[in-house]
């Protein structure tokens, strides 16, 4: 399975120039002959909360912009995220298409990122973002999502051998992201597909980019720096199958003993 993730810079608001610039992309996307296509968190119009309400969609322009993309390139598109809602009720959404255009995925971003305020502006979601790629299982999450291992384990749980995330991660944490996503791969056994934004936002926060496409023993396959464009990963099935067989982490867990319900707050 041959993936693209693509890192740019999203202007903030300016919902013409990320399509246009996205559209760039997918022109060149359709030569390398791709099975999967990725795009970051929020990439149609950024955290514009000013004017969130205008810049929101109604689900069905970005999802035809996403099926369209599909179909042209026939690659499965998980296609970062957008807000997403009406009549003030907006959502972090994530939506996927296969190379029909058939919409597969409709996640809402589950954690709320307090130190933005997102949660005084959206709603979170309460479902897990499980789909399928042909018979391939995956999942996917949206950035802040990916600091709760709970959530990505239930996740993984209900099926996934892919795990997909979508971000908008800060250069200052880079060190975060990173450790993260290897921890999420190690613990979870699987394929992680980390794409993130790159370049700055207007308060002059610094993106970090460094998508990465990590194998399920936690090894980083291809790793993005910050610049903008496509980085290309292979993912192979049996490598899943292959590791969680020689390390039994799923059967050796001690359900009895896991009572999350009565940890200390």
Not at 140 to 161: M, Q, S
């Amino acid at each position: 399975m041959k993936v693209g993730l693509l890192q740019f810079n999203v202007c903030s608001g300016d919902r013409k120039a990320n399509v246009e610039t996205v559209a760039r992309y997918m022109a060149e996307a359709r030569e390398a002959c791709p099975d999967v296509l990725v795009l970051p968190e929020m990439w149609t119009t950024g955290y514009d909360w000013v004017n969130l309400a205008a810049l929101a969609d109604d689900g069905e322009s970005f999802g035809a912009l996403l099926a369209c993309w599909a179909k042209e390139t026939g690659a499965t598109i998980v296609g970062g995220s957008s807000p997403v809602g009406a009549n003030g009720r907006y959502a972090n959404t994530l939506y996927a298409y296969t190379p029909e255009g058939e919409r597969i995925l409709s996640y809402e971003k589950v954690h709320l990122f307090g130190m933005m305020g997102e949660e005084r502006h959206l709603a979170a979601g309460s479902s897990t973002g499980n789909f399928c790629i042909g018979a391939v299982p995956c999942g996917a999450v949206i950035c802040y999502d990916l600091r709760f291992p709970e959530w990505i384990r239930k996740t993984v749980l209900a099926g996934c051998e892919i795990l997909f995330i979508p971000a908008q991660w800060p250069l200052s944490r880079l060190d975060h992201w990173r450790i993260l996503l290897q921890a999420r791969a190690i613990e979870n056994q699987c394929y992680v597909i980390a794409c993130n934004r790159t370049g700055r936002d207007e308060q002059g926060v610094a993106f970090a980019g460094h998508s990465m496409v990590i194998d399920p023993w936690g090894v980083i396959a291809v790793e993005a720096g910050e610049e903008e464009g496509w980085i290309w990963g292979e993912i192979d099935r049996d490598k899943v199958e292959r590791v969680r067989r020689k390390m039994t982490v799923f059967a050796d867990r001690r359900l009895d003993l896991y009572d999350f319900c009565h940890c200390p707050s």
